[in-house]
C-alpha cells in the first residue's frame, strides 16, 4: 500500500531558527497535505497543494510540491514556541476517499 | 460556522463492552470519515461515509461499524472492545465523497481498560 516516510522524527530548535522537513513516498501523490497537531487534539489543516512544483506559503509556513510527485517539503521560518507540535504530511489514496498519513516529524522550540 | 464537533471528548470502558462515538461535519460538508491514532502514530484511516452509505474501508474489522444520518452527521460504533481499541478517534469532514482537504474534530479519546 501506498506509504509516507516524514524525516527528521523530530527536531529540538531554538526559537528564531528556520525549521525544514520532508515526506516521500515510494509512489505518486496527486496531491499532498500539511497538518499539525497538537497535543490530545485533532490535527489541523496548513497548507494543500495540487500541482507539481507547486509552491505555497502560508504566513511563516512554505510548503513545496516535488516535481517526482512523490516528496514534498515543510519549511517554517522564525520559529516561535507556538510552533511546536506533531507536523503530518497527508495524501489521498487512489480514489480519493481516505487520507494516507506520513510518520510525522515532532517539532519543540525552546524560547 | 461550526467546525467538527466530537462527542464525547474522553470515554473509558471496560473490555468486552461496546462504544459508540458521534462526529457532527463542518457546516456545508457533507462527507464524513473516521481515523483511529494509536499513541505515537499517524492517523489510520478507518471508514467513509457519504450519501448515508459506507464508501470505502480501512483494513478494520467488522467490529467496527457506522452510520450517518440525513443530516449529515454520524456515529462510529465498537463492538467487542479490546485492550488495543485504546486510541484517539478522529473524525473528519469534507465535501462530495472525497477525503481531501479534510477537516478534523478534536478527538474523542478512548481507553480500554
Known amino acids: 500500500g501506498q506509504q509516507l516516510n516524514q524525516s527528521p522524527q523530530s527536531m529540538f530548535i531554538q526559537e528564531g531558527e528556520d525549521v525544514s522537513m520532508n515526506c516521500t513516498s515510494s509512489s505518486i501523490f496527486n496531491t499532498w497535505l500539511w497538518y499539525k497537531q497538537d497535543p490530545g487534539e485533532g490535527p489541523v489543516l496548513l497548507i494543500a497543494l495540487y500541482k507539481a512544483g507547486e509552491l505555497t506559503s502560508n504566513g511563516r509556513l512554505t510548503a513545496q510540491f516535488g516535481i517526482t510527485r512523490k516528496d514534498s517539503f515543510l519549511n517554517i521560518s522564525a520559529s516561535i514556541p507556538s510552533d511546536v507540535g506533531i507536523y503530518f504530511c497527508a495524501g489521498p489514496s487512489t480514489g480519493f476517499q481516505k487520507l494516507v498519513f506520513g510518520t510525522g516529524t515532532r517539532l519543540l522550540v525552546s524560547p | 460556522d461550526a467546525g467538527v464537533t466530537q462527542s464525547p471528548t474522553h470515554l473509558i470502558k471496560t473490555r468486552g463492552q461496546q462504544v459508540t462515538l458521534r462526529c457532527s461535519p463542518k457546516?456545508?460538508?457533507?462527507?464524513v470519515s473516521w481515523y483511529q491514532q494509536a499513541l505515537g502514530q499517524g492517523p489510520q484511516f478507518i471508514f467513509q461515509y457519504y450519501e448515508e452509505e459506507e464508501r470505502q474501508r480501512g483494513n478494520f474489522p467488522d467490529r467496527f461499524s457506522g452510520h450517518q444520518f440525513p443530516n449529515y452527521s454520524s456515529e462510529l460504533n465498537v463492538n467487542a472492545l479490546l485492550l488495543g481499541d485504546s486510541a484517539l478517534y478522529l473524525c473528519?469532514?469534507?465535501?462530495?465523497?472525497?477525503?481531501?482537504?479534510?477537516?478534523f474534530g478534536q478527538g474523542t479519546r478512548l481507553t480500554v481498560v
Open positions: 473528519a469532514s469534507s465535501l462530495g465523497g472525497l477525503g481531501t482537504e479534510a477537516f
Open positions: 457546516s456545508g460538508h457533507d462527507t
